[in-house]
């Protein structure tokens, strides 16, 4: 999908509720109050029709950290994907590139996140951490001109002129160069999730050093590290979800 129709592909589903599965939800604008501050945060709860729950656990535990993700994909099809009936790999929170904050079941639950061979364990890990997905396609391959999804080389993002749809980084990172840009919006929505995430369930507002961000953190400092986390210091390989491309100093500013 080119960059250029997202925002009416993300209007559509608003519009809508029906991802590419054709699984229908029912979405209901709310708001919630952020402990500690005379502040609320909007969101979009996100709730299948048919009411089924068999793509989460209806258990509490205790958490401890917050877990940055994206989805590889669009709304509808990220929708879908996190919904997917008993298979219970979900996330209770979506960011859409336009800002909205869609909230598919209560954070408090748990929802495998992290894989197999997640440091710590996929099911300790998706325990006693809060999941949160940035929608976003990812890296890009450049053929030529054009960057392209990682899906297929003739699926076209954007062109290598048009520099507002994404990241080069000067080093690569997991042998990807290109990154889709994350939008302001997204950022401003996830500081605020941030923000009540962390007051909410006592979670300090803290990230690793930036020499162990975007890698792989061995297992005792990271089951133990209470604070803000990313895909990739669960997975050695595989995952880019959230590398260097992402501008953690925009969040960390955020949360001072």
């Known amino acids: 999908m080119k960059a250029t129709s997202i925002a009416n592909h993300e209007k559509t589903f608003f519009e809508t509720g029906i991802d590419t599965a ?9 708001t919630v109050p952020i402990k500690g501050t005379n502040q609320v945060m909007p969101y979009v709860s996100c709730i299948p029709k048919n009411g089924d729950t068999s793509f989460y656990e209806p258990e509490r535990n ?13 709304i509808k099809g990220d929708v879908a994907a996190l919904s997917k009936p008993n298979e219970r790999v979900s996330t209770p929170f979506i960011i859409a590139r336009n800002g909205t904050i869609l909230n598919l079941w209560s954070s408090a639950y748990w929802s495998y996140h992290l894989g197999s061979g997640a440091v710590g364990g996929n099911t300790n890990g998706a325990k006693r951490t809060i999941a949160i997905e ?5 890296f890009l391959k450049r053929i030529g001109d ?3 999804t990682v899906y297929s080389d003739t699926d076209v993002y954007c062109h290598i002129s048009e520099t507002r749809f994404y990241t080069k980084l000067a080093i690569p990172y997991r042998g990807g160069q290109y990154y889709a ?6 950022y401003k929505s996830l500081i605020v999730l941030l923000r009540y995430l962390t007051a909410e369930y006592n979670i300090p507002a803290a990230f690793l050093p930036e020499d162990k961000r975007y890698d792989i953190v061995a297992e005792n400092e990271l089951v133990n590290f209470k604070g803000i ?15 260097p491309a992402f501008d953690w100093e925009k969040v960390i500013e955020g949360l001072l």
């Not at 054709?22 to 709310?30: G, N, Q, S």
């Open 22 to 30: 054709k699984k229908e939800f029912v979405l209901t604008k709310m």
């Open 62 to 74: 205790t958490k401890t950290q917050i877990v940055l993700h994206y989805t590889a994909g669009y």
């Open 134 to 138: 940035l929608s976003n396609i990812g």
């Open 146 to 148: 054009q960057l392209v």
């Open 181 to 186: 840009r994350y939008t302001a919006r997204q």
């Open 229 to 243: 986390t990313s895909h990739v210091n669960y997975r050695s390989s595989g995952k880019w979800d959230i590398g």
